[in-house]
């Protein structure tokens, strides 16, 4: 499986951006996939997981209620729409895949990495 993320990008604060995370591979809808995001200085934080089917999600608390993770197994692809931005949410994005959601909510040693989308949140 290959993972691209792209849709990042500058936004003011209080507004919306969506991060897509496309696949290729056969298998992709087997796996659960994550969003991650590193910003400048700091370690690299869990922020939205989905389960294969998309019926389990998991949030970090510090985007809880403003970013929703939703997937397409057709399209083999994962977004992240993120709301009510903040300048603290300025990262890069990336998405990555394991098989299990618990597995991908830790982020070490995952099975599969896209590359980074830069996110900037302007105040």
């Known amino acids: 499986v290959q993972l691209q993320a792209s849709g990042g990008g500058l936004v003011q604060a209080g507004g919306s951006l969506r991060l897509s995370c496309a696949a290729s591979?056969?298998?992709?809808?087997?796996?659960?996939v994550g969003w991650f995001r590193q910003a400048p200085g700091k370690e690299r934080e869990f922020v939205a997981g989905i389960g294969w089917s998309g019926g389990i999600t998991s949030y970090s608390d510090s985007v809880k209620g403003r970013f929703t993770v939703s997937r397409d197994n057709a399209e083999k692809t994962v977004y992240l729409q993120m709301s009510s931005l903040k300048p603290e949410d300025t990262a890069v994005y990336y998405c990555?895949?394991?098989?299990?959601?618990?597995?991908?909510?830790?982020?070490?040693?995952?099975?599969?990495w896209g590359q980074g989308t830069q996110v900037t949140v302007s105040s």
């Open positions: 990555a895949a394991d098989s299990l959601l618990s597995t991908v909510r830790i982020g070490k040693k995952l099975d599969y």
């Open positions: 591979g056969r298998t992709f809808s087997s796996y659960a």
